[in-house]
DNA sequence: TTGAAAGCGCTAACAC
DNA sequence: GTGTTAGCGCTTTCAA
């Protein structure tokens, strides 16, 4: 990179050949080249330690084999098993990944703007947390460009949409609730009134509230504590619940779903400091599962998101728009969270008083 | 992307000037353009939605304002406050980063290689599991190329390095318990025997020992568990400890020196689950400070990695030297552990015997 | 089977 | 001030 590179011509010109015949033994093209010549140019290439330059090549053949990832919140670690599915389908293909992080809409639109001038052959967008303006996707896709979007809800179905099933997880983990008896099952929310609305919040909190209502109960406006997804709003909620029931201790809830285990986990830790056992007094559900599920006291029962699945379908499917051309019609497919019984919610409530 | 792409020979066109004109005007070297016609050009750029191709710019001018982020564990969480500090500094002077993951020396060779072809303006070689191979890396130094590696501990002062301390977050973990007078203090350390050597478990495992030494007392081997930076590595510790110590429950650690977090927490675990309390039984300090240290029960005492200081650091001298050229001499920064004290080490030890 | 030459889109002398 | 032009390093017809 530093002093003058040597070119396909200094290889051509070693070898006693011309560029072109060079380009083709590198390229595999090398059905018309004898296999004497080929072995010599190969042989310089070695000696040379040539080392072709991409961006030439990208020039002419106007492809770069990079794809852009562009995802919103590059604090939460989220994005890391996405990364890492995207990154096993795509690597074998011999494409790169350029990193952006674009925290809002017009940061959002600015890094594609400079991908597109870098000439990424593609886009992957991934949201942690999905917001609802996306004109300048639908701009994109008229463009021509190909992408495909994770846990965004475009308005479009000509777009490619990997997406996730919060609602069913939010119904699925409250089932687990009332299935194990419990009827007072409260609920610490995601930030289901935020400006722009997270999706994710708003459709778990949908499931707990229809899982509830569908089972002939009422989904108390008491029971729900607003939070924010953060280990704080977790361990606050908690303290929130305590002093809202102070007065009515046997109407507090009995469960509790709670929308995201990094909030559970300072739920769990503001239950511990109030004195209340979990499962025994209270129980927990999660969503995420996240690696330390696994090691909360008590282990976390919860709902895995489908992260790396997310990644590597949308690479899969991006990767064949980029080999094959523009499938007919996009693909909107949902993702749907892995249960797992853990500790936190016990056995059947009210405790085993129906077998003893 | 898709079809015919708008040149600045469509614009010169149009706007009924020259392409140097044209690129004039683009690259801000406008001291010799009329206002008026700079006008002009830029109006048809507006209208043309004209995007000059950054490929061929690089091509010419031989950079791509990219650089490469190379590291080793994606899995690793770690590594996302590094790339946010990177991002911090480049971002904003104009650089792109380009991501791999190479678990191993091959593909690490491998991932220099095409971001070489790729002309990337130089490298970020962040380590979480360091190695001692790097000869690789030497090479790449001698070729000119401008790179900073993170947690690698190169043996040569000519390549600029960002060290972590981590033979000192070993020492001040276990002088904390120490000063609180714990006299029998367990260790369960990172993978120090693994082949490569993990120099992060070698040297925490050393701050562990010269301690403990440098307090008159004796680092017994029986007080070691060695572990492997896992959760569940962390909790079978706790166990092997135990039953070691089960005939002879007065000899037991009453204090732990855990080297890292991750482990830490998987201990809690496993110390709940045997009935012990932390602090009361048995104090805990660990490495790491990861969100959730906040939030364990009981929360973690522990130091914190200072990752995004490394990644902003690297991400400076980088900067610097791409823009001002190599510096004289390399840099080699060793950046420390911040300390917090929370709830799992608790007070004096042993429990207020003087005061009372 | 091999080579010559025309670009890919842009920048930067250099000329006018 | 503005335009002409020679490449940057490579691929790819097309001819030989």
Chains 1, 2 share one sequence.
Not at 15 to 23: D, E, I, K, W
Not at 76 to 102: C, E, K, M, R, T
């Amino acid at each position: 990179m530093r002093q003058r590179t040597t070119t396909i011509r200094d290889v051509a010109e070693r070898a006693g050949v011309s560029v072109s015949t060079v380009s083709h033994v590198l390229n595999g093209n090398d059905g018309h080249v004898s296999s004497a010549v080929r072995q010599r140019v190969l042989e310089v290439v070695e000696d040379l330690k040539y080392r072709p330059n991409a961006i030439a090549r990208s020039m002419v053949k106007r492809k770069t084999a990079t794809i852009g990832l562009v995802f919103n919140e590059i604090e939460n670690s989220l994005f890391v098993p996405v990364i890492d599915g995207v990154n096993d389908v795509l690597q074998p293909a011999g494409y790169h990944i350029v990193l952006a992080s674009a925290p809002d809409v017009r940061s959002e639109i600015a890094a594609i703007e400079t991908l597109r001038s870098q000439q990424v052959d593609g886009f992957i967008f991934m949201a942690l947390s999905a917001r609802f303006a996306t004109d300048h996707l639908v701009r994109l896709k008229e463009d021509g460009v190909p992408f495909v979007v994770i846990n965004r809800y475009v308005d479009d179905d000509d777009i490619d949409q990997i997406l996730l099933d919060d609602w069913g997880a939010g119904y699925s983990a409250t089932r687990h609730l009332l299935d194990l008896g419990h009827t007072q099952i409260g609920t610490v929310s995601g930030p289901i009134y935020s400006e722009p609305p997270r999706r994710s919040a708003v459709e778990r909190h949908r499931g707990w509230q229809q899982a509830i209502e569908g089972h002939g109960l009422e989904a108390r406006p008491e029971w729900i504590i607003v939070g924010d997804y953060t280990y704080e709003g977790g361990y606050l909620a908690v303290g929130q619940f305590l002093s809202r029931f102070a007065a009515r201790e046997q109407e507090r809830p009995r469960a509790l779903f709670i929308a995201s285990d990094i909030m559970a986990l300072g739920a769990l830790k503001a239950l511990h400091d109030a004195g209340l056992r979990v499962p025994q007094d209270i129980a927990v559900v999660g969503i995420g599962d996240p690696p330390f599920a696994q090691y909360t006291i008590p282990a976390l029962t919860t709902l895995a998101l489908p992260m790396p699945e997310a990644g590597s379908r949308a690479a899969h499917i991006l990767l064949d728009w980029l080999t094959n051309g523009k499938p007919a019609r996009a693909q909107r497919i949902t993702l749907s969270f892995a249960f797992t019984a853990r500790e936190s919610c016990g056995a059947r409530f009210p405790a085993r008083s129906s077998e003893s």
